[in-house]
C-alpha cells in the first residue's frame, strides 16, 4: 500500500489544534514524562492539508482550525518562519521542513512551490531500490537538524513502499538568564504520590522571578527567562501532588501577567525522551479520511491513491543548572530564604512546563517520575 509518511521531530495560544492535541497527549500519556512540540505536528499536518482535497482536505481544516482560503495558510506559516530567522541572540531556536519524494513520483508543481515559498520545505527525490540507503538519507537529516538528539527516525523497512515523508523538526537550546550554582544541587525526594517518593537531583536557586500561587489554576506559576532570548521556560506546580491531570486542562491558553517577586526556587534535573505515533490521537480529533483508501492527496503526488500511513512524532528535552536543551513536605537542601515576602515554589511532586515566547508555544510537556 502506498502511503505518505509525517514525521514530526522536536528536541525542547488561545483556543486551538495545539491545544486540543496536546490535552489528548497528556492524557494518554498521564502516568509517563512528556515532550512534545504540538507547533511541530501543526506545522507537519499543515503542509499536508495544502495538498488535500475534498473530505481529506475539509476534515483536516477543521481539525487544525485553518481557514479554507489555503492562501491564508501559507501565508501564516511564512510570517512565523520569517520572524524566526535570526532572532536569537544566543539561545538556538531553529525549525526545518523537508520533503523527501519517491524518485519514481513527483510532487505537483503548485504544491512544490507552495511549500518552497511559505513553509521553506526544499524537497528532495530520492530512491527507495535501496531502502537502507535511503533511511540513511532520512535520519541524516534529522540527526542534524536536531543535533544528534534524534536519530534513526525510520528503518530500512519504512521506505520500501513510500511515496513521500513530511518531516518538520524543532530544535532549542537556551541558557538560564540565571544561575542554579551546581554545589547546592543535592538528592531529595520527589513524590510521585502520596505514598512513594524517588531521588531526584535538584537545584536551588533565590532570585527574582515573574511567579505567583493562582488560586484558579490551583497551582503556583514561575516564569524562567532563557538569557538574551525571548523564549523562557513556564512552570506549573499544581498545590495538591495528585492534581496535575486537572490542572493540564486549565492552562490551555492561560494568559500569563506573573508579578515580579521574590522566589526561593527548588527545581528537578530532567532528560526526557518521546516517541508515539498519532494516528490514534488525530483519529479522535476528527482527522480520518486521511488514513483511509479514499484519502484525496491529488494536489501533492498526483493520481497515486496515496493516503497517510504514519504520523510519528519524537521529542526531547533535558534540564540542567545551564539551560535547556530541547532537539514536578521534603526538607530543601542548599540556599532558602526566611523572608516572608519570598514565595516558596519547591518543584518537588508533578508538574507541567513550556516553552514560549509571546506568541507561541514550542515545547510543552509534563514531569511525573524522575524514574
Not at 54 to 81: N, S
Not at 107 to 126: C, H, R
Not at 208 to 233: D, Q, W
Not at 279 to 302: H, P, R, T, W, Y
Request: charged share 25%; net charge neutral; proline share 4%.
Amino acid at each position: 500500500m502506498k502511503y505518505l509518511c509525517l514525521l514530526l521531530l522536536a528536541t525542547s495560544v488561545s483556543c486551538r489544534f495545539t491545544d486540543d492535541f496536546y490535552q489528548l497527549l497528556a492524557k494518554k500519556n498521564a502516568n509517563k514524562n512528556l515532550i512534545s512540540s504540538p507547533l511541530s505536528v501543526e506545522i507537519a499536518l499543515s503542509m499536508a492539508y495544502m495538498g488535500a482535497r475534498g473530505k481529506t482536505a475539509q476534515e483536516m481544516r477543521q481539525v487544525l482550525k485553518l481557514p479554507e482560503d489555503k492562501k491564508q495558510v501559507a501565508a501564516k506559516y511564512k510570517d512565523l518562519l520569517t520572524e524566526l530567522e535570526g532572532r536569537e541572540k544566543v539561545a538556538i531556536l531553529s525549525l526545518a521542513n523537508r520533503i523527501y519524494v519517491n524518485n519514481g513520483y513527483e510532487l505537483v508543481p503548485g504544491y512544490n512551490q507552495i511549500v518552497k515559498d511559505s513553509f521553506k520545505a526544499e524537497a528532495e527525490a530520492i530512491s527507495v531500490a535501496d531502502p537502507k540507503k535511503a533511511a540513511s538519507i532520512v535520519n541524516k537529516w534529522v540527526d542534524n537538524q536536531t543535533r544528534g538528539k534524534i536519530r534513526d527516525i525510520v528503518e530500512a523497512k519504512d521506505m520500501s513502499d513510500l511515496i513521500l515523508i513530511i518531516l518538520n523538526a524543532i530544535y532549542f537550546k537556551g541558557q538560564w538568564a540565571f544561575i542554579f550554582n551546581p554545589k547546592f544541587t543535592e538528592k531529595v525526594d520527589f513524590r510521585i504520590s502520596d505514598q512513594k517518593s524517588v531521588p531526584v537531583e535538584m537545584m536551588s536557586h533565590i532570585g527574582s522571578f515573574k511567579a505567583a500561587h493562582i488560586s484558579e489554576l490551583g497551582a503556583k506559576v514561575i516564569e524562567l527567562p532563557y538569557r538574551n532570548s525571548s523564549l523562557s521556560m513556564v512552570i506549573y506546580l499544581p498545590d495538591r501532588i495528585d492534581g496535575l491531570p486537572e490542572l493540564e486542562k486549565k492552562i490551555d491558553g492561560f494568559s500569563l501577567n506573573l508579578p515580579h517577586i521574590k522566589v526561593s526556587l527548588s527545581l528537578p534535573k530532567f532528560k526526557i525522551e518521546f516517541s508515539d505515533d498519532l494516528v490514534d490521537q488525530l483519529k479522535e480529533m476528527g482527522i480520518q479520511e486521511a488514513f483511509q483508501m479514499s484519502a484525496d492527496f491529488n494536489d501533492l503526488v498526483a493520481k497515486t491513491g496515496a493516503k497517510v500511513g504514519s504520523v510519528v512524532h519524537k521529542a526531547f528535552i533535558e534540564v540542567n543548572e545551564e539551560g535547556a536543551e530541547a532537539a514536578a513536605v521534603t526538607k530543601i537542601f542548599g540556599p532558602l530564604s526566611a523572608d516572608p515576602e519570598c514565595l516558596n515554589l519547591n518543584v518537588d511532586h508533578p508538574f507541567a512546563y513550556v516553552i514560549r515566547d509571546e506568541k507561541t508555544i514550542y515545547f510543552q510537556g509534563h514531569f511525573v517520575n524522575p524514574e
